[in-house]
């Protein structure tokens, strides 16, 4: 091979391998360039009182402690049927002969996620048959007074578990035995699902 040619093609791998550094080390600086920008068009896009808002939302906790089973800590009112129920924690016999049960592992009232209240078709809820979609749930507790509106009435299974699942928004589920004229262990549970309103 001559000198010169020898020289042109030391001269292209020459011209490749800077080429090559080039772009291997500028290519880390553009894909990195692109996210910090989008980041910041983000925080942008949200005003700093909203910010500050949603913080404060996430910090605010109704209730300052947890009340302890067999606790009376509120009230259930049912204005279709004019009826004021206390409500108990727990939703072990002793609590239901003594008020509305709330279910332990559920949230508490005005909270966001399912409340779930269960009482006897013989006790507390004789009358609960005849609330409906549209009527009001009145739930009174130290953290305040919160309105729910009954959006749902279901019937289901006694071991049906969907009427303790996590809900998006703050939802009231009140349950009792069903049918209200049955005798015996009740093979069916009478569900009002409400979405809260008003606080």
Do not use: W
Request: include cysteine.
């Amino acid at each position: 091979m001559s000198k010169a040619r020898l020289t042109v093609v030391l001269s292209i791998l020459l011209i490749l391998a800077g080429l090559g550094l080039v772009v291997k080390n500028s290519l880390p600086f553009f894909v990195q360039a692109d996210v910090p920008e989008v980041a910041v068009k983000d925080e942008e896009s949200v005003p700093p009182v909203v910010q500050e808002e949603k913080q404060a939302e996430k910090e605010v906790e109704l209730y300052s402690e947890y009340p302890s089973v067999g606790e009376t800590f509120g009230e259930l009112i049912i204005p279709k049927i004019s009826s004021s129920l206390p409500i108990v924690e727990g939703t072990d016999e002793d609590e239901l002969e003594r008020g509305v049960g709330h279910y332990a592992n559920s949230v508490l009232p005005g909270e966001k996620d399912n409340s779930v209240l269960s009482g006897h078709r013989d006790n507390v809820f004789r009358r609960l048959g005849e609330v409906g979609v549209g009527d009001l749930l009145i739930v009174k507790t130290t953290a305040g007074e919160f309105t729910y509106k009954v959006r749902q009435v279901r019937i289901v299974d006694a071991d049906d578990r969907t009427v303790i699942v996590p809900k998006p928004r703050a939802t009231l589920t009140v349950t009792t035995c069903y049918p209200f004229d049955y005798i015996g262990d009740a093979p069916e549970r009478y569900i009002l699902v409400g979405t809260l309103i008003d606080e």
